[in-house]
């Protein structure tokens, strides 16, 4: 008994095997989790270290070449890319492929302790190293808090409460800010007041640190009781900060209040700014736990803010920046439709050509294993999202091959008058094994992509896991549940004698007519056969190459680029108008902006860029994605006008992994000099061509430094050393914190500095007093300061691997970045380098690179897999040789399709062919297989290999035909556009060759002769 047999002898548990897969399958849909695109964990980290008032050169030899070193330890460390300026280092260091989110913890772990460790060798005034481990988190929701009549501090208590309320909410992990300011306590000096009662700064800043220290004045028993003795004196309000009394030296004693101004403020220049719709703003994102469900969140939080809206004061509003679970539902309801309609199209084409009974029964099988495949995504771990819907949608015509294969052999059988119960048996045995093995390949076809480590890899994983799902449910469900519904619904048809033979039609006849020629002249059919596929190895070089699509989000985003070294209020400045031009154009309904930094992580294929008050980003919201094409190069066209000391760009979301710049030159060498003079030739170069534009390097330009020249005898003799002289400076405009203030939970920091007009009035640094030790009273600086120069500097330098890199960025203004780097990258590579120094290609050359890398290291495994079951279940060599060379001429409708639809050959598209090595070696397999069972039945080769052919036409053209018509709905999304036109016109076109150059094949590698009579002789 085999399986047919069992399943129809057990009917009963068959069918409730198939309904359990149905309504099972329906209630887990509910269940599953859902996300707008498949997370991929992000394998860095930042290493962030203060080193006040020391130069980027400074900072990268003292502080960022030490770190480094200690990092450089780590057995799991991919690379080491550092950003040291004035004041700071920030390391980026990314781990191998190979580890995951489960060990990347423990990775971060023993970072911190070689980073721990390094500590004791930085410079007195650097660390301590602070590790950012969480820098690839997303807050999938992200709000600005605004409201036109409110004061900072107002909308500050409105995002205290929200964070406070929020952090509650189901699936809620973590809530962060953008933009919020940081309040301290300033007290500005009267420097002139101060020489005269000649009261040194350090008497102030002793007073003021010793009055808001915490004391331990210990405990007393009294009795049975311990008492804590607490003394007063402690600050509690500015008006005690006013009271403060200071001794100029003498018996006498004066207040603060008579040389200082004390008050409460926010700390300046901030580090970052936001504006919603030109309205000052707070930001707000909130991220989900692991596992979580976003959508869930989403729904929690808009009822939570429901709730929590009578403590929200009238005219505070909630900006939406990005809230992932409305972008979530609209994807997935736009996907289950496109599923629907693929699911619709193929069941119509099935009932087109292979009946109504027949065609229904297919669908029901489609249903159901569709169904199944929900419920082992769940403890699989795989949610519902665009790469898992667009898998099923890749899948669907697949899963119907292996249904239609035993239907059809079945409807065969009873069509010529066999029982139909051992129809069933006989085709599933005869069947069974070679469905099962070219299902195993061409579930083996996507493996390398499900088990690459790398960020694309993950990001595309949830592919190859519900192909794996799908394809074996649909050949559990072939082999079980289609022979016993065929039992149930298939009747033979009324006898004569011209449905006696199923395949008298005009049709199989002309098929059979055309076959008998092509191997009759089986030299030209090959020969012009490879021509085509030499013609189409030619064609794919004009065939555009990319990474992944850009998104079809209605959003962009407009890089402000001031130059370096630019206030963060004159960026501020530009921004506002850009905003006020923004809001003005058609389609634009929302604009945000974020000054000094990129924004919180929304989006996990945003990176956001790192601090630097002369940057700014717009997120530009659109009544329509389709704008967004001819919106960003007008705006840039006008920005060149309305802010012309700054460089902008605009540039549409992505839908993977990958960032801004796709084209960057990256040169490495000891030298910064030089290095800026051979990325000014490359920048030459790029500007020269015309669909170029965002061309900028990563050290920017060099900024103005003034360097008080210290007279050292002078210095020396008034007991003033170089930090006196930098404390003056500091105190004079910035201001420098002195200590804390402690306010509830609040630690404030208390700022000494100058009143704001001796700060705006770079002129009195003439007339700055600093304290004499030896003179005991305040001398002017100018006494120990011989002069003032002003020199430039780099305030930005990267390093790579511990080699200082300069990046040089370009993208193209139109068509992809693969054209424009063609064109440009001999250019780039003809630059003389001296020695030393090298060139390396960064962007999407080397994302492409680097995932095509573990891809192409892993595919050969999977291929010889492949070979062994084709090997395996023929039990011969030649027959699978036959096979694989037909694999390749997929290519010819590759090429074909890619170049008629312009669509580039991305990495989908590089999926999508990897797919049709499996959808054609099962197509072959079925075929083979055929012509076997032909050959034991009769003793004519050529008759055989023509039956075989004939009998294999429809379920073969049918898998073909449902799987791309099926694709028709990814047709209209940006993201699989390129791997659909790949698979339908690859599909099609090798399916056409398969059942020619098979046969054709076939009778070259067993000698049949054209002639019946000579072929039986042969195959005797």
């Given at each position: 008994?085999?399986?047919?047999?069992?399943?129809?002898n057990?009917?009963?548990v068959?069918?409730?095997?198939?309904?359990?897969?149905?309504?099972?399958?329906?209630?887990?849909?509910?269940?599953?989790?859902?996300?707008?695109?498949?997370?991929?964990?992000?394998?860095?980290?930042?290493?962030?270290?203060?080193?006040?008032?020391?130069?980027?050169?400074?900072?990268?030899?003292?502080?960022?070449?030490r770190?480094?070193?200690a990092?450089?330890q780590?057995?799991q460390?991919?690379?080491i890319?550092?950003?040291?300026?004035?004041?700071?280092?920030?390391?980026?260091v990314?781990?191998?492929?190979?580890?995951?989110?489960?060990?990347?913890?423990?990775?971060?772990?023993?970072?911190?302790?070689?980073?721990?460790?390094a500590?004791?060798?930085?410079?007195p005034?650097?660390?301590?190293?602070?590790?950012?481990?969480?820098?690839?988190?997303?807050?999938?929701?992200?709000?600005?808090?605004y409201?036109?009549?409110?004061?900072?501090?107002?909308?500050?208590?409105?995002?205290?409460?929200?964070?406070?309320?929020?952090?509650?909410?189901?699936?809620?992990?973590?809530?962060?800010?953008?933009?919020?300011?940081?309040?301290a306590?300033?007290?500005?000096?009267?420097?002139?007041?101060?020489?005269?009662?000649?009261?040194?700064?350090?008497?102030i800043?002793?007073?003021?640190?010793?009055?808001?220290?915490?004391?331990?004045?210990?405990?007393?028993?009294?009795?049975?009781?311990?008492?804590?003795?607490?003394?007063?004196?402690?600050?509690?309000?500015?008006?005690?900060?006013?009271?403060?009394?200071?001794?100029?030296?003498?018996?006498?004693?004066?207040?603060?209040?008579?040389?200082?101004?004390?008050?409460?403020?926010?700390?300046?220049?901030?580090?970052?700014?936001?504006?919603?719709?030109?309205?000052a703003?707070?930001?707000?994102?909130?991220?989900?736990?692991?596992g979580?469900?976003?959508?869930?969140?989403?729904?929690?939080?808009k009822q939570?803010?429901?709730?929590?809206?009578?403590?929200?004061?009238?005219?505070?509003?909630?900006?939406l920046v990005?809230?992932?679970?409305?972008?979530?539902?609209?994807?997935?309801?736009?996907?289950?439709?496109?599923?629907?309609?693929?699911v619709?199209i193929?069941?119509?084409?099935?009932?087109?050509?292979?009946?109504?009974?027949?065609?229904?029964?297919?669908?029901?099988?489609?249903v159901?294993?569709?169904?199944?495949?929900?419920?082992?995504?769940?403890?699989?771990?795989?949610?519902?999202?665009?790469?898992?819907?667009?898998a099923?949608?890749?899948?669907?015509?697949?899963?119907?091959?292996?249904a239609i294969?035993?239907?059809?052999?079945?409807?065969?059988?009873?069509?010529?008058?066999?029982d139909?119960?051992?129809?069933?048996?006989?085709?599933?045995?005869?069947?069974?094994?070679?469905?099962?093995?070219?299902t195993?390949?061409?579930?083996?076809?996507?493996?390398?992509?499900?088990?690459?480590?790398?960020?694309?890899?993950?990001?595309?994983?949830?592919?190859?896991?519900?192909?794996?799902?799908?394809?074996?449910?649909?050949?559990?469900?072939?082999?079980?549940?289609?022979?016993?519904?065929?039992?149930?619904?298939?009747?033979p048809?009324?006898?004569?004698?011209?449905?006696?033979?199923?395949?008298?039609?005009?049709?199989?006849?002309?098929?059979?007519?055309?076959?008998?020629g092509?191997?009759?002249?089986?030299?030209?059919?090959?020969?012009?056969?490879?021509?085509?596929?030499v013609?189409?190895?030619?064609?794919?070089?004009?065939?555009?190459q990319?990474?992944?699509?850009?998104?079809?989000?209605?959003?962009?985003?407009?890089?402000?680029?001031?130059?370096q070294g630019t206030?963060?209020?004159?960026?501020?400045?530009?921004?506002e108008?850009?905003?006020?031009?923004?809001?003005?154009?058609?389609?634009?309904t929302?604009?945000?902006?974020?000054?000094?930094?990129?924004?919180?992580?929304?989006?996990?294929?945003?990176?956001p860029?790192?601090?630097?008050?002369?940057?700014?980003?717009?997120?530009v919201?659109?009544?329509?994605?389709?704008?967004?094409?001819?919106?960003?190069p007008?705006?840039?066209?006008?920005f060149k006008?309305?802010?012309?000391?700054?460089l902008?760009?605009?540039?549409?979301?992505?839908?993977?992994?990958?960032?801004?710049g796709?084209i960057?030159?990256r040169?490495?060498g000891?030298?910064p000099?030089?290095?800026?003079?051979i990325?000014?030739?490359?920048?030459?170069i790029?500007?020269?061509?015309?669909?170029?534009?965002?061309?900028?390097?990563?050290?920017?330009?060099?900024?103005?430094?003034?360097?008080?020249?210290?007279s050292?005898?002078?210095?020396?003799?008034?007991?003033?050393?170089?930090t006196?002289?930098a404390?003056?400076?500091?105190q004079?405009?910035?201001?420098?914190?002195?200590?804390?203030?402690?306010?509830?939970?609040?630690?404030?920091?208390?700022?000494?500095?100058a009143?704001?007009?001796?700060?705006?009035?770079?002129?009195?640094?003439?007339?700055?007093?600093?304290?004499?030790?030896?003179?005991?009273?305040?001398?002017?600086?100018?006494?120990?300061?011989?002069?003032?120069?002003?020199?430039?500097?780099?305030e930005?330098?990267?390093?790579r691997?511990?080699?200082?890199?300069?990046?040089?960025?370009?993208?193209?203004?139109?068509?992809?970045?693969?054209v424009?780097?063609?064109?440009?990258?001999?250019?780039?590579?003809?630059?003389?380098?001296?020695?030393?120094?090298?060139?390396?290609?960064?962007?999407?050359?080397?994302?492409?690179?680097?995932?095509?890398?573990?891809?192409?290291?892993?595919?050969?495994?999977?291929?010889?897999?492949?070979?062994?079951?084709?090997?395996?279940?023929?039990?011969?060599?030649?027959?699978?040789?036959?096979?694989?060379?037909c694999?390749?001429?997929?290519?010819?409708?590759?090429?074909?399709?890619?170049?008629?639809?312009?669509?580039p050959?991305?990495?989908?598209?590089?999926l999508?062919?990897?797919?049709?090595m499996?959808?054609?070696i099962?197509?072959?397999?079925?075929?083979?297989?055929?012509?076997?069972?032909?050959?034991?039945?009769?003793?004519?080769?050529?008759?055989a290999?023509?039956?075989?052919?004939?009998?294999?036409?429809?379920?073969?053209?049918?898998?073909?035909?449902?799987?791309?018509?099926?694709?028709?709905?990814?047709?209209?999304?940006?993201?699989?556009?390129?791997m659909?036109?790949?698979?339908?016109?690859?599909?099609?076109?090798?399916t056409?060759l398969?059942?020619?150059?098979?046969?054709?094949?076939?009778?070259?590698?067993?000698?049949?002769?054209?002639?019946?009579?000579?072929?039986?002789?042969?195959?005797?």
């Amino acid at each position: 008994m085999n399986i047919a047999e069992a399943s129809i002898n057990n009917r009963v548990v068959t069918l409730t095997f198939a309904v359990v897969m149905l309504l099972g399958g329906l209630n887990a849909f509910k269940g599953l989790s859902r996300l707008e695109d498949p997370e991929f964990t992000i394998k860095d980290a930042l290493v962030v270290t203060r080193y006040p008032g020391a130069s980027a050169a400074e900072v990268e030899e003292e502080v960022t070449d030490r770190i480094e070193i200690a990092i450089q330890q780590l057995g799991q460390l991919d690379e080491i890319e550092s950003r040291s300026v004035r004041g700071m280092s920030t390391l980026t260091v990314s781990i191998k492929n190979q580890y995951d989110r489960n060990s990347l913890p423990q990775v971060w772990d023993e970072m911190r302790r070689k980073v721990g460790d390094a500590q004791g060798e930085l410079p007195p005034g650097a660390g301590p190293s602070l590790v950012i481990d969480d820098y690839g988190d997303v807050f999938g929701v992200f709000i600005a808090i605004y409201g036109e009549e409110y004061s900072y501090a107002e909308l500050k208590d409105v995002v205290d409460l929200l964070r406070r309320e929020l952090l509650l909410v189901q699936d809620v992990a973590k809530i962060d800010t953008y933009g919020e300011f940081v309040e301290a306590i300033y007290v500005e000096l009267e420097r002139d007041r101060m020489a005269e009662l000649g009261i040194p700064t350090s008497a102030i800043i002793r007073e003021l640190t010793n009055k808001n220290i915490a004391s331990d004045a210990g405990r007393v028993k009294v009795g049975p009781e311990f008492i804590s003795i607490v003394p007063t004196g402690e600050l509690n309000s500015v008006e005690d900060f006013e009271s403060v009394l200071i001794s100029p030296g003498s018996s006498s004693q004066i207040f603060l209040r008579d040389v200082a101004k004390v008050h409460r403020g926010y700390v300046e220049p901030p580090s970052t700014l936001m504006r919603h719709d030109g309205n000052a703003a707070i930001g707000l994102g909130i991220s989900t736990v692991s596992g979580g469900n976003v959508v869930v969140m989403g729904e929690a939080l808009k009822q939570r803010l429901i709730e929590l809206e009578p403590r929200i004061p009238l005219g505070v509003e909630l900006g939406l920046v990005s809230v992932q679970s409305e972008a979530v539902t609209e994807a997935i309801s736009g996907f289950v439709i496109s599923l629907i309609e693929a699911v619709v199209i193929v069941i119509v084409v099935l009932l087109i050509f292979m009946g109504l009974r027949s065609g229904l029964l297919i669908g029901f099988v489609l249903v159901i294993t569709i169904s199944g495949t929900f419920i082992f995504m769940g403890p699989w771990g795989i949610a519902l999202e665009r790469i898992s819907l667009g898998a099923l949608i890749i899948a669907l015509g697949m899963l119907v091959d292996n249904a239609i294969v035993v239907v059809d052999g079945i409807l065969i059988r009873i069509q010529k008058g066999e029982d139909a119960t051992a129809a069933a048996a006989a085709v599933v045995n005869q069947t069974a094994v070679p469905l099962l093995g070219a299902t195993i390949v061409a579930v083996l076809a996507f493996a390398a992509i499900g088990t690459s480590d790398d960020s694309t890899g993950e990001f595309c994983r949830s592919l190859f896991q519900v192909v794996f799902i799908s394809l074996g449910l649909s050949w559990i469900t072939a082999v079980t549940v289609t022979p016993l519904l065929c039992v149930m619904f298939l009747k033979p048809p009324s006898s004569s004698a011209d449905e006696s033979d199923p395949y008298a039609s005009g049709f199989y006849r002309g098929y059979q007519a055309f076959l008998r020629g092509c191997i009759r002249a089986r030299w030209v059919t090959v020969t012009a056969v490879i021509g085509m596929f030499v013609a189409s190895l030619w064609g794919f070089g004009y065939v555009d190459q990319s990474f992944f699509p850009p998104s079809t989000r209605p959003q962009f985003m407009i890089d402000v680029w001031m130059p370096q070294g630019t206030h963060i209020d004159d960026t501020t400045r530009a921004v506002e108008e850009a905003e006020t031009y923004l809001r003005k154009q058609d389609g634009v309904t929302h604009v945000n902006s974020l000054v000094g930094q990129g924004s919180l992580r929304f989006l996990l294929t945003y990176t956001p860029e790192k601090q630097d008050s002369s940057y700014a980003q717009l997120i530009v919201d659109v009544d329509d994605s389709s704008k967004i094409a001819t919106l960003i190069p007008k705006i840039e066209s006008d920005f060149k006008e309305l802010l012309p000391d700054a460089l902008t760009y605009g540039f549409p979301f992505e839908l993977g992994p990958g960032a801004n710049g796709k084209i960057r030159a990256r040169f490495s060498g000891p030298d910064p000099t030089v290095l800026r003079e051979i990325s000014q030739q490359a920048e030459e170069i790029f500007r020269a061509d015309p669909n170029a534009k965002a061309i900028r390097t990563d050290w920017r330009q060099r900024v103005k430094i003034v360097e008080p020249i210290l007279s050292e005898q002078q210095a020396n003799s008034n007991g003033i050393t170089r930090t006196d002289v930098a404390d003056v400076l500091l105190q004079a405009f910035q201001g420098f914190s002195i200590g804390l203030y402690r306010e509830g939970d609040l630690l404030l920091p208390i700022i000494l500095r100058a009143p704001e007009a001796q700060r705006a009035d770079v002129a009195s640094i003439q007339n700055l007093q600093i304290w004499s030790p030896a003179a005991q009273g305040m001398i002017p600086l100018r006494q120990v300061v011989a002069g003032f120069e002003t020199r430039f500097e780099d305030e930005i330098i990267m390093r790579r691997d511990r080699k200082p890199t300069i990046t040089v960025f370009a993208d193209p203004k139109t068509g992809s970045a693969s054209v424009l780097f063609n064109r440009l990258r001999p250019q780039i590579e003809a630059i003389e380098l001296p020695q030393e120094y090298e060139l390396e290609w960064g962007g999407e050359y080397e994302d492409t690179a680097n995932a095509r890398g573990p891809l192409m290291a892993s595919l050969p495994i999977f291929i010889m897999m492949m070979v062994l079951i084709t090997i395996a279940l023929f039990n011969s060599l030649k027959e699978p040789l036959i096979i694989w060379l037909c694999v390749p001429l997929a290519l010819i409708g590759v090429t074909g399709g890619l170049l008629a639809t312009a669509q580039p050959f991305g990495f989908m598209a590089l999926l999508g062919f990897l797919s049709l090595m499996g959808m054609l070696i099962k197509n072959a397999v079925v075929l083979i297989d055929e012509i076997r069972l032909q050959r034991s039945e009769t003793p004519d080769l050529l008759t055989a290999i023509l039956n075989s052919g004939t009998s294999r036409l429809r379920p073969v053209a049918m898998a073909a035909s449902t799987t791309a018509l099926g694709m028709i709905p990814l047709l209209l999304d940006a993201f699989f556009i390129a791997m659909a036109v790949t698979i339908i016109f690859g599909l099609m076109f090798a399916t056409l060759l398969t059942m020619i150059i098979v046969p054709v094949l076939y009778a070259i590698f067993y000698g049949a002769s054209s002639d019946p009579v000579e072929s039986a002789s042969a195959t005797n």
